[in-house]
């Protein structure tokens, strides 16, 4: 996987039609922007937009600038899944505009074997991560297999979009029209989604995506694409969009950059008591408090007694913690436990690398104040700073 990265942006507080949101920005990159309607804009003049979501970021390998080749995509096979539909420019997301809800319920029966594929493809969607049992019963019912042969095309840049794919096996190149030719500008190998910029938006599908190997899809329709998984989406930015609005070191973040933030976060719930994060511990995300209070206790291992923790500090809503470790590449630096019953956001750290980074320095100051109160409480100093 090469290290580019790529933002994705969905705004279902954009203005109209063609406009607000319908480019790509790559992070890390000075590649291109791109509208989803099909044309691009030229190098360097990036912008922020729509992209793919960050379970596609994470599974997705990502051409560089030199790798994108003038290769075209092989010879066309159509297939019979393909449905015209009229041909929509971009739209504003209105949930409680949205007329799908009443669509009926859409049942494809599968073999306990289906399920379990098909259990194992979604698992690390990040997009089928709110879902409560429910919505995941009826979205996987929803979904149908679709077996594919190299060459095929799966999506074809510029037509209406039918279908979500989630990828069971094979592996899949994506192409995209550059100054009129298509370039390869990626891939997916076995896992990942793709095919839902569409279905957000709905514009026309915004890049090809060739199967490169026998493989196996599977498709979710459209409605039931938008009627659960994107409201589900837009409930779940709608539902942080407070709690983030409200963390000023978040501040530093566009909108949408927050927006992203809340895709990415997971509630966790934890009892009075209860160890959130443990000294010492290697880490691999950070907190922040939705509800409740959370106490930081630490151990300072040169004190008379190591092993007595003293509280040195408390988080409370829209605080946020654990991100010392994240930054500094050390051990957790402190306990951290719930006081009363404690809700907080989860953010990981492939989202917190991809998402925090204009945060990073911020943080960073931290460290400082963080390591001036060590002295102050524990008489001693305790080296907090960044380690390779
Ligand atoms: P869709 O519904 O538009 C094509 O149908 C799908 O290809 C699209 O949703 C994405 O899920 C997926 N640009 C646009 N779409 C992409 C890209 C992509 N990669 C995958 N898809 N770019 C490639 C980045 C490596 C950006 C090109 C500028
Ligand atoms: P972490 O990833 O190291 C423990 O996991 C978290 O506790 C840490 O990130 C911080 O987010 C949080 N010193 C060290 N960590 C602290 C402190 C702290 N306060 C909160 N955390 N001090 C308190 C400064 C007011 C200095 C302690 C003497």
Redo the contacts with the bound molecule.
Sequence with gaps: MLNTSLRNYWDPDSRAAGQGHTCVAIEGTEAFSFSVNGRFRSRGQKRAGVYASSEQEDHMDVASDDDISDEPPPKRILDSYKRRRQSVCAERYDPDADDEDDDKKVVHPKSDSQRTRLAQAVASILLFKSLDPEQMQEVLDAMFERKVVPDEHVIDQGDDGDNFYVIDSGTYNIYVKIDGTDKHVGSYDNTGSFGELALMYNTPRAATIVATSDGVLWALDRQTFRRILLKNAYKKRKMYENLLDNVPMLKTLEQFERMKVADALMTQSFEDGEVI?R?GDS?DC?YFVEEGVVR?A?KNKNADDPDKELE??R?KQGD???????VTN?P?????YAVGKTKVARLDVHAFERLLGPCKELMKRNIE??EE??HE??GSKLQ?QESQ
Excluded: D, K
């Design positions: 994060i000294q880490a950070m930081i630490m040195v500090t988080c946020y913690f654990g991100e010392l470790a994240l050390n957790r630096a402190a306990s951290a104040l963080y109160q060590i409480i524990f907090l």
